[in-house]
């Protein structure tokens, strides 16, 4: 039985729509997906995303950044902690991602925040992902 990682799924839709500069993406929607997607919004890395209504969970509709010569918002993405393999780090071992111009995506006990947030906030947790 193969077991779905749906913010894998969601972050590689993301990152192939951004390389074919498409102007929105659709994923399914869950509670931990939506709070990926607000940080994404909050550091820039997206311009906006919608919450959509289907029978089921929902959809998130997302609208990818580009600059005025096209180039994409969203450089690189990549999961980090997967269901066969979690990966925590202590506050004083979150790694800084390209020297501070990308950011760490944590889940923490106090919630989905980014690795600056963690650090100001002397938290540690479970690394979700990296995006530049």
Same mark, same amino acid.
């Given at each position: 039985? #193969? $077991?779905? *990682?749906?913010?894998? *799924?969601?972050?590689?839709? /993301? ?11 659709? #994923?399914?929607?869950?509670? /931990?997906?939506?709070? /990926?997607?607000? $940080? @994404?919004?909050?550091?820039? @890395? !997206? &311009? ?10 929902? %959809? ?16 690189? /993405?990549?999961? !980090? ?10 506050? *004083? #071992? %979150? ?8 950011? &760490? !995506? $944590? ?7 980014? *690795?600056?947030? &963690?650090?100001?906030?002397? $938290? ?9």
């Amino acid at each position: 039985m #193969a $077991l779905t *990682d749906p913010i894998a *799924d969601m972050l590689t839709v /993301i990152r192939n729509a951004s390389s074919a500069k498409k102007p929105t993406v659709e #994923a399914r929607r869950s509670r /931990i997906s939506e709070e /990926i997607v607000k $940080l @994404f919004k909050r550091e820039g @890395f !997206i &311009a906006n995303y919608k919450h959509m209504k289907d029978k089921k969970q929902g %959809i998130l509709r997302i609208y990818l950044r580009y600059a005025k010569d096209g180039t994409p918002g969203i450089i690189g /993405i990549r999961r !980090i902690s997967k269901p066969g393999l979690r990966i925590y780090k202590r506050m *004083d #071992a %979150i790694p800084r991602v390209y020297a501070g111009l990308g950011c &760490a !995506i $944590l889940s923490t006990s106090k919630g989905i925040m980014t *690795d600056a947030e &963690a650090r100001q906030m002397r $938290l540690g947790g479970e690394i979700i992902c990296y995006i530049w």
